[in-house]
Nanobody, 118 residues
Framework: QVQFVESGGGLVQSGGSLRLSCAAS????????MGWYRQTPGKQRELVAD???????NYEDSVKSRFTISRDNAKNTVYLQMNSLKSEDTAVYYC????????????WGQGTQVTVSS
């Protein structure tokens, strides 16, 4: 079981940038596709970006061209660079693996809060 610790969130004005980091425990990180997810009160957690072991990326339409996901397998860390932030990006952001069955429900971390003020 892999555990994740997210960091880097905060309060930022609309149009600003933040870089989120997610550190993973264990030695199997490099074998997994990783995803960044976000959740707002009353809504389901949604996948916003993912990156395969080899570095191929996918993005949810609303964040394309604004967010960039990357990973450093040597550091067991995945990143999310968020630019041109909008108020609708306000959420708690989490990282987790992405498998054909979805995320690992036993591995959710505490998340990191991103608040974008308009």
């Amino acid at each position: 079981q892999v555990q994740f610790v997210e960091s880097g969130g905060g309060l930022v004005q609309s149009g600003g940038s933040l870089r989120l980091s997610c550190a993973a425990s264990g030695n199997i990180f490099r074998f997994y596709t990783m995803g960044w997810y976000r959740q707002t009160p009353g809504k389901q957690r949604e996948l916003v970006a993912d990156i395969t072991r080899g570095g191929s990326t996918n993005y949810e339409d609303s964040v394309k061209s604004r967010f960039t996901i990357s990973r450093d397998n040597a550091k067991n860390t995945v990143y999310l660079q968020m630019n041109s932030l909008k108020s609708e990006d306000t959420a708690v952001y989490y990282c987790n693996v992405l498998t054909p069955l979805g995320a690992d429900s036993n591995s959710w971390g505490q998340g990191t809060q991103v608040t974008v003020s308009s």
